[in-house]
């Protein structure tokens, strides 16, 4: 089992900055993924500048839901699916090769 870091968009409580949204590290377990999908909500709000300055212009995000028993949550991470996918299972398919 291995555990992979991303960055997550979060929602930022202290918004005395302006900002609404923050970016934080968040470790995923490959095993737990339901499904990814790229998640358009995120790219409006980084056009209308609610999410930090530091993400590149052309970033695109992926919207990552995990299971685990009964229980599901949805997280969205920086990253194209296509790069997101490749990150979380590039090791898994080395395994099996």
């Keep these: 089992m291995s555990i992979i870091k991303f960055v997550e968009v ?8 302006g900002k609404d949204y923050k ?9 737990h993924v339901v499904f ?5 909500n995120a790219l ?5 500048n609610r999410l930090p ?3 590149d212009k052309r970033q695109r995000f992926t919207r990552i839901a995990v299971q685990k028993g009964t229980n599901g949550q949805e997280f969205v991470v920086v990253g194209a ?4 996918e490749k990150k979380l299972f590039s090791e898994k398919q080395l395994l099996q090769g």
């Excluded at 409006?44 to 209308?48: C, G, I, M, P, V």
């Design 36 to 40: 990814m999908r790229e998640d358009e």
């Design 44 to 48: 409006r709000l980084f056009n209308e």
């Design 10 to 17: 979060a929602r930022e409580l202290n918004i005395a900055e």
């Design 23 to 31: 970016l934080r590290e968040i470790y995923i377990n490959p095993e």
């Design 81 to 84: 699916p296509e790069l997101v």
């Design 53 to 55: 300055k530091n993400l």
